[in-house]
């Protein structure tokens, strides 16, 4: 027996017609629709984000001329560090200038002891016992010319002894530890409790 839509009364056409357009639309918005509005709402969260980004790039680019002067200015102070706090100790170096500045100050070097550095956080302390002969008003001079350096040097433990045979330009002998500093090129990491190393300070 055959069923078709056109020996059924109108009403059940109309339902059957109905129910069809229905069931077709339901099924459009299952397996098109939604899958569609899920796809355009993830692009719409990926693109918030890449707008979130876009802002962010925007406002750091507008500081990269702030950054790149901080970064100038802080290469600056470097420099300036590493002149005060040399990277790397230098015997030959150092004794040449205390050699040309005891010349300058009529003063004579008759000792050179270097001591091993003390490891501190951020630099290494380098103790050198200095035997010296000359006169007291020619050491003071000497060590003030010493506190002029570029290089930190500290003068500690200073002993002065009246020559025997004293001339005019040999009265004292003086013994001392001259300390310089130098800069680490990775930093020594700090003890648990150990207090932060001071800043070496310039002076005599």
């Known amino acids: 027996m055959e069923l ?9 056409q109309v339902g ?15 397996y098109y629709e939604m899958p569609v509005r899920a796809d355009m709402a993830g692009r719409q969260q990926q693109l918030l984000a890449l707008r979130v980004d876009i802002t962010k790039g925007l406002s750091t680019a507008k500081k990269l001329p702030e950054f790149r002067q901080q970064v100038t200015d802080l290469e600056g102070r470097l420099a300036n560090l590493k ?8 015997a030959a170096d150092l004794l040449n200038r205390m050699q040309t500045v ?19 956080q951020l630099h290494a302390e380098w103790p050198i016992t200095l035997e010296l002969d000359g006169t ?10 010493v506190g002029k350096f570029t290089r930190i040097v500290n003068i500690s433990a200073l002993d002065v002894k009246n020559k025997d045979r004293p001339d005019a330009t040999n ?27 001071a800043t070496p300070a310039k002076g005599n």
Not at 83 to 90: R, V
Not at 136 to 145: E, K, V
Not at 171 to 196: D, I, Q, S, W, Y
Request: proline letters at 9%.
């Open 171 to 197: 009265t004292v002998t003086a013994t001392c530890v001259a300390t310089t500093f130098v800069l680490l090129e990775k930093p020594t990491p700090a003890k648990p409790g150990a207090k932060p190393a």
């Open 4 to 12: 078709t839509l056109t020996k059924l009364p109108w009403y059940a």
């Open 102 to 120: 005891a010349a300058q100050s009529n003063m004579t070097i008759k000792g050179f002891k270097p001591s091993p550095t003390v490891t501190k």
């Open 16 to 30: 059957a017609f109905v129910a069809l357009a229905v069931s077709g639309c339901g099924m459009f918005y299952y």
């Open 83 to 90: 002149a005060i706090l040399p990277e790397e100790k230098d």
């Open 136 to 145: 007291y008003h020619n050491l003071a001079i000497f060590f003030d010319r």
